[in-house]
């Protein structure tokens, strides 16, 4: 007899990561967001929220484009907990939640936190640095004459994509755009070379101060060490 648990091979990068991580926890993350005694009864979170994780890490940049992934893709109906035959959410459930119950708070940092402590738990993630084709190098310009200016952070670079895509669905429906709730974004002020505005001063272990350009420097969370050079 052919089932859902046979058509997912053994090896599947989303049977390790379910061997290694519980994602019930996110139920009580987000338990005040939601009203037990009111209204229509709500999609899983556990589910909202694992959509989400499959889009990044597969790089599907739309959630309307998820859900079309998952109706076909057996693995992921697995990983959800669906049949084949369960009615997947619509875009616009996850888009809505995403947009308006989950909007202004740290839950997606909270989550982000938790799965890494199960991860370092489980001995996955050591908490070393880890890099990936970076290198440092020195700049031409002088460290005594630099500009500080506020550079804007984007740490949600995915949920800005998501919304992107929904807001041309919606063009192509010829629907108006939903409306952009004002953020203010978060800025560091890193030290610029007054004549070349895309050097910056990095403070490099076992390095002097000097202006210099960083690139693709990754390391795991929770690590205290400094970017050092390759």
């Known amino acids: 007899m052919v089932t859902l648990e ?11 990561i379910d061997a290694f991580i ?12 939601y009203c037990i005694d009111n209204g229509r009864p709500a999609t899983d979170p556990v589910v909202l929220f694992k959509l989400l994780f499959i889009g990044y890490l597969y790089g ?11 109706q076909v893709n057996v693995a992921y109906r697995w990983f959800l907990g669906f049949s084949l035959t369960d009615k997947i959410p619509d875009a616009s459930t996850i888009s809505q939640n995403r947009r308006r119950r989950f909007v202004g708070t740290s839950i997606y940092q909270e989550i982000f ?18 890099y990936t084709d970076s290198t440092h190098l ?6 005594n004459k630099f500009d500080v200016q506020d550079v804007e952070v984007k740490p949600q670079d995915y949920l800005e994509a998501l919304d992107e895509a929904v807001d041309e669905d919606r063009e ?5 755009p939903l409306k952009a ?19 910056a001063t990095w403070f ?5 101060r000097v202006f210099s350009t960083w690139i693709i420097a990754r390391w795991t969370a929770a690590t205290t060490s400094s970017p050092t050079p390759m």
Request: no cysteine.
């Open 6 to 16: 046979s058509l997912v091979p053994s090896d599947h990068l989303l049977r390790q």
């Open 22 to 33: 519980d994602f019930e926890f996110i139920r009580d993350k987000v338990r005040h967001l």
């Open 60 to 70: 599907i940049r739309s959630e309307r484009q998820v859900v079309k992934e998952v």
């Open 113 to 130: 936190d938790a799965i890494v402590e199960q991860a370092q738990a489980a001995g996955l993630v050591g908490g070393r640095v880890l």
């Open 138 to 143: 020195k700049a031409s310009a002088n460290k």
């Open 172 to 176: 192509l429906h010829g629907k108006r």
């Open 181 to 199: 709730k004002p953020a203010r974004p978060k800025t560091r002020p890193p030290r610029l070379a007054a004549p070349m505005p895309t050097v």
């Open 204 to 208: 490099v272990m076992a390095s002097p």
